[in-house]
């Protein structure tokens, strides 16, 4: 719900590793009880549910349970551990045959219209006003719809689990259409003499979501290979279609599919499972009788041909169309054990597709496709496999076919190289090794990989083992496995298709007109009557959306009590040595045999002009071949030895200061202790070596991060965003800005586009910045590990040292230009981004923990009610950053001018706080949820680096803390101060609709393209 996962995108070799690894190894650290013993019999009943299996789930530590609840049909599955973060969660098979978004619209609607028990409006936001987690949510999935929510508070648990139940049975909704409006769709009209408009959060969220091409594409291919089924419609939605939904046809797709017989149950953790299956049958199901729900999910039959597809997406008129299209080549994969296949898959999609090692990439690179990217998608009664190349022009998509296809069956004739295999293999092993903790999401994942075979009427404990699936794979290295599946999935695979994504001019603006002129035919058609009424029945509507929930319908929701609370902040443990003359951290935390390093590079030697080049430099190394690998082996050895190394920017400021920072590039990789030596030589080797002479590799590099940079503009801009506002008073984010933002992409742009003549110019650059920021000189060492890790690296500490320079240079002084304080960048989108920011420091404020509290007011409270449930929003955000800057977000906006004036709102609001203690202490509670969040000791060590570079110490940690707890009304008031002072300067930009910018002009100073 507040971040839809409407693109199930493929899943890739990460989330496999994350998904594998917890399973082998959660129970390094954990006690074994629950894998030894279980007072529960099977073919028991329990408060109704009858136990049908249990098993000992030893690679999870934990016990799993299906029960079936005999009077209602309902299924449950549990798994029994010690986890402390327990999870719930309950989803319903809900097929779509149309494209209006029913179950999402459907799902949004039970969470915001509240219940019988419950009678809330916004009820999903009202709770988490006062709630310790944040990890609540519903999404919409093309087959199923699923309501989650974890928490640490047995009380909090009880409470969310009761909210959940009476939601999804009980519902609220039935009574009155107007959370169907607000949250579906609904006319607006203010006057006769006005437009009619379409407004409402789930039609401007899927007029954002299919915005971006890569969603489109998502879309088209479901529908190319399962025309005949429910994955052909755009279950989120199509805007085009969502007005021609009725409530009528909502709550009967409610009443057909919601019913516990079509329910399933989910429940993990430390939890006393007989008073929860007591709760759930006396409360709920034992209300209900058992009935034949028709959820069946239609297979779609195999193709005797592959099917052809070309759809289109609009681009700005003065866009250039050349090299933007993409194509993808999609098979249909129904194996016979689902979990095998996906998991086979997943590791043969990685190595043969997004690997620069496999032969495919490499043929593929040298004929002029650049951005290649696999993905094995298993959350489908029929899975499928996609490879996809983007950034290319629609005629080059037969040959992309023909590489794909010949370079595979040289694959299957001559087989894949065995070290390439290993390599795969060894990578993912090293990544489970040191994922051993459990986090804030394992309890929901595990959820999820037992819905990929419980939904399809599957063995539910399959996908729990995962971890057996890919010690299966081993058999790969000394027989053709990967070949065989290639054969019968590919190669010999007619289920099919080629989905050709390209670019037109003028199509948004065909779009919208068609809308406009079809709105204008439905004014014409209403009588004076019908008008006056449809002018009458939006007055009533915002009236009531306006209105604020009774003080009896809110004390019907439970309650959190800050007496019972004990927020801990744990000290992270950070040795700080001085190693010949390098200074180093050690967080001596346990990670099962491996060790993490972060090596930190200062960067602002750097000269000004070539800021760019760190975060290109960082982008390109371990791409580029090295004195001693091509890049093409590079991959493999170093799959075969780390888990990856990675190069990226960071930008460490002075808490509250806007001109003190620390620019970083920093490298990270991991290894188990008897490798540490190989990873550390090859961060040497990639430092010390890389050569930026391949004239072609280099364009390919640069092509394809323009390409990764405009769809991530055109996708979700909220980050670059975000930079780029606060960049106009701010140095820190202004040399961000430079560095990873818009700035950056105005650099990358230019070089791709005249790369011939900045050639030579492009290599002096990257060879100068790297000798700049890769010396000894410049260095921080990070180690998360055992001391035994830490030994290891100390060993071989000259391997890598003697392999960086010790040249010295100053850091550079950087002066900015700050002439520009508000400027739109305007796209063929149907929605916009709005932003507003302003210093804190330079009006003299200084950061307190108040202000989180702030950010849950503003977020929750104001900027909710005004943007989203008032304005059709999909969301809004407040945030401090850096401890010195404040900003305004709205995302997937259908306004502008009017998101301003809320901004400006702020003020009033602000002066006119005043909320009861017992409603003022909800907002302190949701604040210390950051307090309530399981993290791992790897990431732990990450966040000790961090304090580290920011100076951050426990007192300071204890002062924010105290500061949240003791935050009073009138601290609040006194923000009013900030917001009347800061606002006034009109820091603000808007990203996306082009018309709506250009009608608008008058607000900006400068209106950009905002794609070149």
Known sequence: MKKLSLRTKSISLVLLVTLISTFLFSSVSFSISYAETSDLEVGETYFGFKLVEERNLEELNSIGRVFYHEKSGARLFQIENDDQN?????????????????PHILEHVLLTAGSEKYPVKQLFFEILKGSLTKNINGFTSPDKTTYIFSSMND?????????????????????????????????????????????GVVYNEMKGSLSSPDTLLYYSILKSLYPDTNYAYEFGGNPSEIPDLTFEELKNFYDKYYHPSNSYIYLYGDMDILEKLDFIDENYLSKFDGIDVDSKLISQEAFKKRRDVTVEYPIGMEESEEGKSSVSLNFAVDGENRIDTWTSFNVLTYMLFNNPASPVVQKLN??????????????FLQPFLS?????????????????????????????????????????????????????INTGIMYGELVMLNWLYDKDPFAGLSIGESFSKLNIAIDEPYFEELIKEYILDNDHSSLVLLKPRKGLMEERLAAEAEKLEEIKKSLTDEELEKLIKDYIEFTVWNNSPNSEEALSTIPTLSLEDLRPNIEEIPTIVRNYYGIKVLHHPLFTNGVGKINLYFDASTVRQEQIPYINLLAMVLGNLSTKNYHYTELPIEKAMYTGGIYYNTRVFNKPGSNDEYYPKLVVSSMATEDNISNMLKLIGEEIKNTKFDDKERLRQLISVIKGNLEAELIGGPINMGAIRNISYFSPSEKYLDTLTGFSYYDFIADLDKNFDDKYENIVKNLDYVKKAIFNRKNLVISITGENETYKAFEKNFFSLTNSIGSMVLPSQKYKFDFDVKNEAFAAPMDI??????????????????????????????????????????????????????????????????????????????LKNFNLSEEDFEKYIISSLAQYYMPVSNMAKGDLGDSYYFYGTKMDDLNRVLDEILNTRPEDIRDFAKIFQKGLKDKYILSIGNEKIILDNGDVFNKINNLIK
């Open 86 to 102: 327990k999870s719930f969660s309950i989803s319903f098979r809900t097929p779509v045959d149309n494209n209006k978004g029913i």
């Open 366 to 379: 040298s004929e002029g496709f650049y951005n290649i990217s696999g993905g094995f998608s298993p959350t």
């Open 387 to 439: 490879i996809t190349a983007r950034n290319i022009n629609p005629d080059m998509k037969e040959k992309f076919v023909d590489i794909v296809l010949s370079s595979l069956e040289d694959i299957v004739e001559n087989g894949i190289d065995k070290n390439l295999i290993k390599s795969t293999l060894n990578s993912v092993e090293l990544e489970l090794r040191q994922q051993y903790a459990r986090d």
């Open 155 to 199: 009380k909090e648990f009880d409470d969310l689990m009761d909210i959940y139940l009476s939601l999804v049975f009980n519902p609220a909704f039935y009574k009155d259409e107007k959370s169907f409006k607000v949250d579906g769709w609904h006319y607006k009209i203010e006057d006769k003499d006005g437009p009619l408009e379409y407004n």
């Open 832 to 909: 916009l981004y709005n932003f507003a920011a302003f210093d804190l420091t330079e009006l003299g404020y200084e950061y307190t923990g108040k202000m989180e509290v702030l950010n849950n007011l503003l977020q929750l409270d104001y900027l909710f009610n005004e943007l989203r449930i008032k304005g059709g929003a999909y969301g809004a955000i407040s945030a401090i950053l850096n401890e010195n800057s404040f900003i305004l977000i709205s995302y997937m906006d259908p306004n502008l001018r009017e998101t301003y004036d809320v901004y400006k709102g702020l003020v009033d609001y």
